[in-house]
């Protein structure tokens, strides 16, 4: 069981960014799914996470910014980004509970600069 992230590169301020990160392996259950991120120098952050059933959660910095959705057929979880800002720069990191236990992705490197 493992999760494929893509999606991330450099935009401009003001750009959008769609990340996608896609379960594969045998899954026979699936909860949670979200996106973290760390910048240099700081700690690992939540920044949504949205429940099977489709209830969303946002860090208060990307509220109105970012939109995350998932498709439970397909096992995967994305993450719209749009009205970037430098500050969002960062490695993405998606997670999803599967099997009863978590699991990460690899991250994806997104860089906002001008």
């Known amino acids: 069981v493992q999760l494929q992230a893509s999606g991330g590169g450099l935009v401009q301020p003001g750009g959008s960014l769609r990340l996608s990160c896609t379960a594969s392996g045998r899954i026979f259950s699936i909860d949670n799914m979200g996106w973290y991120r760390q910048a240099p120098g700081k700690q690992r952050e939540l920044v949504a996470d949205?429940?099977?059933?489709?209830?969303?959660n946002y860090v208060d910095s990307v509220k109105g910014r970012f939109t995350i959705s998932r498709d439970n057929a397909k096992y995967t979880v994305s993450l719209q980004m749009n009205s970037l800002k430098p500050e969002d720069t960062a490695v993405y990191y998606c997670?999803?509970?599967?099997?009863?236990?978590?699991?990460w992705g690899q991250g994806t490197q997104v860089t906002v600069s001008s």
């Open positions: 997670s999803a509970a599967l099997n009863y236990r978590g699991y």
């Open positions: 949205i429940t099977r059933g489709g209830r969303t």
